[in-house]
């Protein structure tokens, strides 16, 4: 009996940004999604520059001119990880993801969504980060959900992380 050879099958997946504001569990979420599809995972808030930092840490929320040089920095990751990669990235407005967008038409977007109360309440049982949470009204002020003709779905974060992960991998299998 000759011995059957087994073939390897490797999925190769979009890039892929998980959006939302802070506290709704995009690093989480991100790395759980990232260990399911065997990809890297990338966290945007460890690409922000030192300034974007401290003004954020002072209770300043960025403007786009604090944003637009960061999102190219995490707009090429995405370009480096053309066939598989999870970032975290708030990406709240439309233009913040055309610019992702601009370096990799073919990203999807799972947009981590609940209510100001229900993320307020996960903020306040965080420690060490460096947002603080009374720039949370101003995340809200700013996210634009997912339009229709934007690749990605949004999904409630009162879910268990598995479920989202499951729930965005069969959207991405269909």
């Not at 099958?9 to 399911?36: E, F, N, Q």
């Not at 370096?103 to 420690?127: D, K, M, N, Y």
């Not at 101003?138 to 997912?146: G, I, K, R, Y």
């Amino acid at each position: 009996m000759e011995p059957q050879s087994v073939t390897a099958v490797t999925a190769t997946w979009p890039p892929i940004v998980v959006m939302g504001v802070s506290g709704s569990g995009k690093s989480t979420v991100g790395a759980a999604l990232a260990r399911r599809l065997i990809v890297p995972f990338a966290d945007a808030d460890a690409l922000h520059p030192d300034a974007n930092i401290a003004k954020m840490a002072a209770g300043k929320p960025l403007d786009d001119n604090d944003r637009h040089p960061w999102l190219d920095v995490v707009g090429r990751w995405l370009a480096d990880h053309c066939e598989g990669g999870v970032m975290s990235c708030s990406a709240l407005k439309r233009t913040y993801r055309d610019q992702l967008r601009a370096h990799r038409p073919t990203v999807e977007f799972l947009h981590l969504s609940g209510t100001p109360e229900l993320i307020a309440g996960r903020q306040a049982g965080r420690t060490g980060h460096f947002m603080p949470a009374s720039l949370l009204k101003s995340q809200f002020d700013t996210l634009e959900p997912l339009e229709p003709d934007e690749h990605g779905i949004t999904v409630d974060v009162d879910d268990s992380v598995d479920a989202i992960v499951e729930r965005f991998v069969a959207y991405l299998s269909a």
